[in-house]
C-alpha cells in the first residue's frame, strides 16, 4: 500500500467525525486531492463546519480541488511542507473555487503540522 493510501484509509479514517483543526467551525466544503504520478488516485474529503464528514476514493464532484504528485503530498502530510508554498511554488495545481482552496490550504496546514503522519513502518 502505498504511503498515499495509507494516509487517506487509515490515517484519515480515524479522523472522521473530528474537529481537523481547534476554532474551525466556519469551514465548509468538498475538496478533492488528486495525486497525478499514482494512476491519477483521487480522494475526496467532505468538511463540513471544520469536521471530517467522509473521505472517499474515486472522482466525485468537488467545489476545489488539489492536483500534486506524490512526494509534494508526503511532504505536506508529514508537516514538512505548507500548501500554500507548493502552490506558489508551483508543485500543487488548484482547480475549482480560489477562495474555498485557500480557506482549506490553511487549514490543511495547520492539520498537518498537529497530526504530521509518519506510518511506523515505512523506514523513513
Not at 10 to 31: I, N, P, T, Y
Not at 46 to 61: D, K, M, N
Not at 67 to 82: K, P, S
Request: aromatic share 10%; hydrophobic share 35%; proline share 4%.
Amino acid at each position: 500500500m502505498t504511503y498515499t493510501e495509507r494516509y487517506f484509509k487509515e490515517f484519515l479514517m480515524g479522523k472522521l467525525h473530528e474537529q481537523l483543526v481547534k476554532d474551525l467551525k466556519s469551514l465548509s466544503a468538498v475538496v478533492s486531492i488528486t495525486i497525478h504520478d499514482e494512476k491519477s488516485e483521487t480522494w475526496v474529503l467532505e468538511i463540513i463546519q471544520g469536521t471530517l464528514g467522509s473521505v472517499s476514493h474515486g472522482p466525485a464532484p468537488s467545489e476545489c480541488s488539489f492536483v500534486m504528485d506524490a512526494a509534494t503530498f508526503e511532504e505536506i502530510a508529514r508537516g514538512r511542507y505548507q500548501p500554500e508554498q507548493a502552490f506558489f511554488e508551483g508543485r500543487v495545481n488548484i482547480e475549482g473555487n480560489m477562495e474555498k482552496a485557500l480557506q482549506v490550504a490553511t487549514a490543511l496546514t495547520e492539520f498537518c503540522k498537529s497530526y504530521p503522519f509518519e506510518p511506523k513502518d515505512d523506514g523513513k
